[in-house]
């Protein structure tokens, strides 16, 4: 079963959804049989590289909402990510474009190292107020998650990976995402925003069962030891 997480490190909703999401993988029983993959999506695409004001400046100031909506949605969101563990330092959060740092994770997933690399793009955005538009920070997380110091320069000194983050961006259009985080499950099923551990597993199990192949039954004592009994096929009928 393949699940593909369209999300921005930029979004504090999608770190709150990943830990709910982990919650619920970590007990589903089929969890060995789940590959995750990360999808990269941009809130916010037109974003400098770095933006000289606060989190609450940036909200208040470039989308228009009050600064007494933004400090009342940053307190109701710090509150949700306490209940997963999180610690949110919304006055901390260094402001910047967050395409290059969807490069870097999909670099890191060349190294088997993505979701390691979006943890901590996370963790370090949204609870240590690092920069996640810093080449030395980028260079730094990712020298610490075994990537070699050639292919990170590289990174920085091309385009290498901004054709497959557009890619990312242009099949979650396709698929109809506006916001993120969304969830989508063997491109079947889909999930939008940060949902509960329950929610998540239920939808694990759904698309569990709804992948299986056919399982034979047969009566007992009748057909043979596979379940398949008198019947008639392209080449005419015989006994199973």
């Not at 400046?57 to 007494?68: I, R």
């Not at 910047?96 to 190292?113: E, P, V």
């Not at 793009?121 to 075994?146: A, K, M, V």
């Amino acid at each position: 079963m393949k699940i593909e997480i369209w999300s921005d490190v930029a979004c504090p909703w999608c770190y709150i959804g990943k830990r709910r999401f982990e919650t619920a993988l970590a007990a589903f029983p089929h969890r060995d049989s789940v590959e995750v993959k990360w999808r990269s999506y941009q809130l916010d695409p037109s974003l400098p590289e770095h933006y000289d004001g606060t989190e609450l400046d940036y909200l208040s100031t470039l989308k228009g909402m009050a600064p007494a909506q933004v400090a009342g949605m940053f307190a109701h969101v710090t509150e949700q990510a306490s209940g997963e563990g999180l610690t949110y330092r919304f006055d901390d959060v260094v402001v910047a474009n967050s395409f290059t740092a969807h490069r870097l994770i999909h670099l890191a997933a060349a190294h088997g190292q993505q979701d390691a690399a979006k943890e901590r793009l996370l963790s370090d955005h949204f609870e240590r107020g690092l920069d996640i538009g810093s080449r030395e920070y980028l260079t730094s997380l990712g020298l610490g998650l075994g990537i070699g110091a050639a292919e990170l320069d590289e990174l920085f000194t091309t385009d290498k990976y901004a054709d497959d983050v557009r890619r990312d961006f242009e099949e979650g259009r396709a698929l109809g995402i506006t916001g993120v985080p969304f969830f989508v499950i063997d491109r079947k099923f889909g999930l939008s925003g940060a949902q509960p551990a329950e929610t998540f597993a239920a939808a694990l199990e759904q698309a569990w069962d709804d992948s299986r192949p056919l399982q034979m039954v047969s009566s007992a004592g009748s057909g043979d030891a596979d379940g398949t009994a008198d019947a008639c096929g392209p080449d005419g009928c015989a006994a199973g």
